[in-house]
C-alpha cells in the first residue's frame, strides 16, 4: 500500500486557499497573492451591490417571495462566505502555524501509524474534491442558464435576466450590448467569488479530520505504550511524562484549531438557521419554483451538516483517547502517577468540543437543535402570513 504524506493530502486545500489569498504564495509571487486577497472582495461587493440598491431603494419591483431568496441566495452564498474569508485572513498567522503542526505531525508517523489512522486524511481528500466538484458544477449552471434556454429569459420586470439579478439596470431590455457587458463581467467575478465559498468550507473539514486522525494516533499511542509496560519493565515515570507530552500536543493542536474556526462556526449556525427557515417559507408560497427551492433547503442543511459532523467525529475521537488512558494499569501506580492519569481522562472527556464562537459546543446535536429553532421559527412566521 502506497502511504501518502500530509503536503499530498494538503495541496489541492492549500491551491485553494492560495486562490482567495488566505495563504500566500512563494515571496516572489507577492504582487500575485495580494492580488488574488483583494479581488474576491471586490468581485463579491460587484455581485452584490445590484441587489443591495434595487433592495433599499427600489424594493417594490420585487414581490416578497423574490426579496427573500435574494437576500438568502446572495448574502448567503457570497457575503457570508467572504465574511468568513475576512476572519481567516485575520488569523492568517494562527493558519499557517496550525499547517506546520500537522506537517510536522505527519513526520512523526510509521507505516503502521498510517494504517491505523488513514481513513480520516481520505474522508477529509473525499470531502474537498466533492464540495469542489459540487460548488463548480453549481455555479456553471447559474452561469450558464439564461445561455441554454431556447428563448431570452426576462424577470418580472421586464428585464433580460442576468445570472446574477441587476434590477437597477432597466434598461437591458432594450440595450443587448449592455446587457452582454454586464453578463461577460458577471462570470468572472463569480469564478473569484466562489473561491471564498470553497475554501472556507473545505479548509474547516480538512484540519478537523486532520485532528481527528491525530487523535485516533493518540490512542494507537496509548495503546502500543500499554503493551510495552506488558513486555517490559519499563519506568513507569518515563511512560508516563511520554504519554502527557504527546496528549499535551494534541490538545495544542486542538486549541489552535478552535481558534482559527470558532467565529466561522458561530457565523454558519446563524446563517443556516435564517436560510432553512427562510427557504422553508419560500418552499410554502411558491410552487411554480417548487424544485428549485426544495435543491436550496437541502443545500443549507447538508452545509450546516458539513459544519457539524466533523466536529463530533473529533469529540468521539478524544473520548476514545480518554478509553485508552483509562487502560493503563494505573491500579498498580502510585497516587502521583494516578492523578496523571485521570488529569488526561478529565482534559480529553471535557477540552475536545469545538464551540461556535466560544459561546455553545457543537456536535450532532447542535445540527438537531438548529433544524428544530428553523422549523419553530417557520411556524412563527407561517402563523404571521
Not at 483583494?38 to 451591490?49: C, D, M, R
Not at 463581467?185 to 479548509?203: E, Y
Not at 417559507?281 to 443549507?300: D, P
Not at 459546543?361 to 428544530?372: D, I, N, R
Request: aromatic share 18%; net charge neutral.
Amino acid at each position: 500500500m502506497r502511504r501518502r504524506n500530509f503536503d499530498q493530502y494538503f495541496w489541492f486545500n492549500k491551491v485553494l486557499m492560495q486562490s482567495c489569498g488566505i495563504m500566500l504564495l512563494p515571496s516572489k509571487f507577492l504582487f500575485i497573492s495580494y492580488f488574488l486577497k483583494v479581488t474576491p472582495f471586490i468581485t463579491t461587493w460587484f455581485l452584490l451591490f445590484p441587489a443591495i440598491y434595487t433592495l433599499c431603494f427600489h424594493s417594490s419591483r420585487f414581490s416578497l417571495d423574490d426579496k427573500v431568496y435574494i437576500i438568502l441566495g446572495y448574502f448567503e452564498v457570497y457575503g457570508f462566505a467572504a465574511a468568513k474569508a475576512l476572519v481567516l485572513l485575520i488569523k492568517q498567522h494562527k493558519l499557517v502555524k496550525l499547517v506546520n503542526e500537522f506537517s510536522e505531525m505527519w513526520t512523526t508517523f510509521s507505516d503502521d501509524d498510517y494504517k491505523y489512522i488513514k481513513v480520516f486524511p481520505k474522508q477529509a481528500r473525499y470531502f474537498t474534491n466533492g464540495f469542489t466538484c459540487l460548488i463548480m458544477f453549481l455555479l456553471i449552471s447559474v452561469l450558464t442558464t439564461p445561455l441554454m434556454e431556447s428563448e431570452q429569459i426576462y424577470d418580472v420586470n421586464g428585464t433580460k435576466e442576468l445570472p446574477y439579478r441587476a434590477g437597477v439596470f432597466d434598461y437591458m431590455h432594450n440595450d443587448s450590448r449592455s446587457y452582454l457587458i454586464w453578463y461577460g463581467l458577471q462570470i468572472p467575478a463569480a469564478c473569484f467569488s466562489i473561491t471564498h465559498v470553497i475554501a472556507t468550507d473545505v479548509t474547516y473539514i480538512f484540519f478537523i479530520l486532520h485532528a481527528c486522525a491525530y487523535a485516533k494516533h493518540c490512542q494507537y499511542y496509548f495503546t502500543q505504550t500499554i503493551r510495552e509496560l506488558e513486555n517490559d519493565d519499563s519506568d513507569v515515570n518515563y511512560v508516563v511524562v511520554k504519554c502527557i507530552k504527546y496528549h499535551q500536543k494534541f490538545m495544542e493542536q486542538y486549541q489552535i484549531t478552535e481558534d482559527v474556526f470558532h467565529f466561522n462556526i458561530l457565523m454558519q449556525m446563524i446563517m443556516s438557521l435564517g436560510l432553512i427557515c427562510g427557504y422553508s417559507v419560500n418552499i410554502l408560497f411558491q410552487e411554480e419554483e417548487l424544485a428549485k427551492y426544495v435543491m436550496h433547503l437541502l443545500a443549507a442543511v447538508l452545509q450546516l451538516w458539513m459544519y457539524c459532523w466533523p466536529v463530533h467525529m473529533l469529540w468521539n475521537e478524544a473520548t476514545k483517547v480518554a478509553n485508552a488512558a483509562y487502560d493503563f494499569p494505573w491500579y498498580d501506580w502510585s497516587k502521583y502517577h494516578q492523578s496523571i492519569v485521570a488529569i488526561i481522562i478529565t482534559r480529553s472527556q471535557r477540552s475536545a468540543k469545538f464551540t461556535a464562537g466560544k459561546f455553545v459546543p457543537v456536535t450532532l446535536e447542535t445540527f438537531v437543535s438548529v433544524l428544530s429553532t428553523a422549523m419553530s421559527f417557520f411556524t412563527v412566521l407561517r402563523q404571521a402570513i
